[in-house]
């Protein structure tokens, strides 16, 4: 038997506060994010190791500019509509 006083048309809101996943789509979304905060604390250890133990000073980072060479020797290939 359900008694009135306890049971209310509100949102649960339970889960939230204690911080548990409702869903599977929400416990990969926290995996996920867990996951990308870890990586970037391992690269900040990283830099922070590369200054302070291997006396490494800090440059700019290498981007590398460049696109696909072209291809000089290629033979068409026909498709079945032509």
Do not use: W
Not at 51 to 73: F, R, S, T, W, Y
């Amino acid at each position: 038997m359900l008694r009135k006083e306890i049971v209310t048309t509100e949102e649960q809101h339970a889960l939230d506060r204690l911080g548990i996943a409702k869903n599977a789509r929400e416990e990969k979304a926290r995996t996920r994010d867990a996951r990308l905060k870890e990586r970037q604390e391992h690269e900040r250890m990283m830099k922070l190791y590369r200054e302070h133990v291997l006396k490494e000073q800090p440059g700019a980072e290498l981007v590398q500019i460049g696109g696909m060479q072209p291809v000089e020797d290629c033979e068409e290939v026909g498709s079945f509509g032509d």
